[in-house]
């Protein structure tokens, strides 16, 4: 059986990568670090991700992007990100 964290990964991906283009993207479940917090059966997340599509813009905007990307998951299943977004000139 699969987590529903892994699930929710998953999808996290996927709209991350359909959107975005990244070059690099690592997603992790950030949940074992909030227990007893109640989150309505909704995920805590890390993302970094490496991406040129970012290129130019704040790092506000940058935000913007990927809770755009991710919409119809932050009103289902995800709770709180922790976002950390560049381009591969910052990465290096």
Request: proline fraction near 2%.
């Given at each position: 059986m699969v987590a529903a964290g892994s699930s929710v990964?998953?999808?996290m991906r996927a709209a991350l990568e359909?959107?975005?283009?990244?070059s690099a993207l690592?997603?992790?479940?950030d949940?074992?670090?909030?227990?007893?917090h109640a989150a309505a059966g909704r995920g805590h997340f890390r993302v970094a991700l490496v991406s040129?599509?970012?290129?130019?813009h704040s790092a506000l905007e940058r935000h913007r992007m990927v809770y755009a990307?991710?919409?119809?998951l932050l009103k289902?299943?995800?709770?709180a990100l922790n976002i950390t977004a560049r381009t591969a000139d910052e990465n290096d």
């Amino acid at each position: 059986m699969v987590a529903a964290g892994s699930s929710v990964m998953a999808q996290m991906r996927a709209a991350l990568e359909r959107e975005l283009a990244p070059s690099a993207l690592e997603i992790s479940d950030d949940g074992a670090r909030h227990a007893g917090h109640a989150a309505a059966g909704r995920g805590h997340f890390r993302v970094a991700l490496v991406s040129e599509a970012f290129r130019g813009h704040s790092a506000l905007e940058r935000h913007r992007m990927v809770y755009a990307a991710l919409a119809p998951l932050l009103k289902t299943s995800v709770h709180a990100l922790n976002i950390t977004a560049r381009t591969a000139d910052e990465n290096d």
